[in-house]
């Protein structure tokens, strides 16, 4: 029996891993799907980064949490890094499913398209209270496309606007990701063109990793939706020692 | 219901879609196989690129279709562009499998290696008509590397001289395919080798859509003879709304 | 019926092959599972890349094979490259299977990342016979990633120590690989980290091979350990005319 704690993507909250934490709890483990402060029902969306990692290491810690199997999604890999840097005794393993993976000083913005950067520059200007949120033919074309029409709809509807200070703030980490002790796996769906695939997640980020095992599977950035127990079975595969 | 029409790559007719197209049909679907001007029998060989992408539009005219998925396979990627660029208002989708995006101004050949433009230059210059063939070491092993010596063998026997001015014309377009407002999918078969893959269909060619939503598949540039019903999928799952 | 000889990589022997060659057996097929010099149990460490070559070569010539399917899996593929210099009559085909594709005059390492030379060249220099061992942390995680930790374990008390010479000798050839007249495939197992993939084995590597046939499965640098069943298959796709 592990434990693991997955921590979602930009948009998402907690909840939506709860499908996918239900095919782990079957195989016999404990799942947490806590909600990143900021993406909470009623969180102001002026959240940055840190306080993002705070939320999760404080759940750790709260929760009085070890040996975990920490799994970050996409914007979640900025969060599961500054949450090892601060409290890595309570962790067993990082995995990175298609996530971000930053070195000390790097914000998300960095690592993503310019074309992508002005998109959300433009949003979050207009948005009043500094969120982004993901045009729905961006969602259902390049995040979602392997889902059905109706799948990209409903799962669209869930998604909540998301505090942009957390793309644009950089981490302030002790060390780099490559230098962390800690046992790392890598998630690459390979479908996924949430970032466009010549400057893709895998390898151009998972080998900021250092020593990393990889994991591939068919399918997109939204697999948690598309194919819940698809994603399962490659969490399970990367998680075991 | 939706009406799919197939357009075929260099060397081959719509004759030799007609197996895909019997499996979209048994999906439900309408489904054309036209075949381009130039690889028609009798056809002469000096056809050039505009003749080829308006013998489809007039083919979608004379037949009066709209809200066509109009796919193209390969060289037809030039040919399903220009379509897309003189008759948009006929079309719901493009999708491209593994084949060739060109912008405006550009040929076939400026997307193809040095070493593949010079072997074409040679075999045409010697072919008294200006018509191109692939050697038969090329197909079975870069072109159909997924089916038998016996499937190479009779399928290289159906392959007719390709009018090599296709591939030298400039396309001419009011438009480069990432601004044009037609939804896009891009199929990519992942052990295609028909272009290198260091030089290769997908992300290098089908990042030029823009906003396009992504389908892979294994198998070779000649699926449609190696697994006709996977590419069946595909092409449903890419073809959908 | 035709007749493969299995040459293993680094750290390995020729018996490590047996479980794939008994499911080429099945389907028919003749295998020998030949070790190269330099891995035989009682072997000097002090084996140089001609003296593993001409092992080989000699094996052909000693056995009186014909018509043979050759396969070299990583370090592998240096020997096959030489053998097939040696003794082309004597070949049907070659396969590579995640391995090296040397040109005249280069050494293995010259294809590896620096921090694999470094840690190479620490490790030899303190072997006291110029040997070296793969660290566990690096096969489990990224040679057999797709495997339990047991599976790592065993397979690894299996490992011998590598002639390190054989790394670092440039291989003599009268011709580059793109130029032998042989049939030539590569198998590339998609999951493969044994080189990192921004820096990796296909198509770095097999497209110094000029025209081949490319196969590729799901799977680690370890298949043969992984899934056996699903690299037999493999080889006869590789392998067929």
Redesign the interface.
């Known amino acids: 029996m592990s434990t693991y704690v997955l921590v979602h993507g930009a948009w998402h909250t907690g909840d939506l891993f709860e499908n996918v934490a239900d095919f782990l709890r079957e195989a016999g483990h404990k799942v947490h799907c806590p909600t990143i402060a900021g993406n909470r029902p009623g969180d102001a969306k002026s959240v940055g980064l840190d306080e993002a990692v705070r939320s999760i290491a404080d759940y750790l810690e709260n929760n009085d949490l070890s040996e975990v199997i920490l799994l970050g999604h996409s914007y979640g890999g900025m969060v599961i890094t500054g949450t090892a840097d601060r409290c890595p005794d309570r962790l067993r393993r990082l995995i990175y499913w298609n996530a971000f993976v930053p070195n000390g000083g790097e914000c998300l913005n960095d690592m993503v398209p310019p074309h992508y950067v002005a998109l959300f520059d433009e949003m979050s200007a207009a948005s009043g209270d500094n969120s982004v949120m993901l045009p729905f033919?961006?969602w259902r074309?390049?995040f979602i496309?392997?889902g059905?029409?109706e799948l990209a709809k409903s799962t669209y509807d869930k998604l909540n606007p998301h505090p942009y200070a957390t793309f644009t703030d950089p981490i302030s980490l002790s060390r780099n990701p490559a230098a962390m002790e800690i046992?790392k796996s890598y998630i690459n769906c390979?479908?996924d063109?949430a970032l466009?695939?010549?400057l893709?997640w895998?390898?151009?980020l998972s080998?900021k990793l250092g020593?990393?095992?990889?994991?591939?599977v068919?399918g997109s950035h939204e697999l948690c939706f598309s194919a819940p127990e698809v994603l399962a079975s490659a969490i399970l595969?990367a998680g075991?020692?």
């Open positions: 033919p961006v074309e390049a496309n392997d059905s029409l046992a390979t479908e063109t466009p695939q010549s893709g895998h390898p151009r080998e020593l990393f095992r990889l994991v591939q068919p595969e075991c020692d």
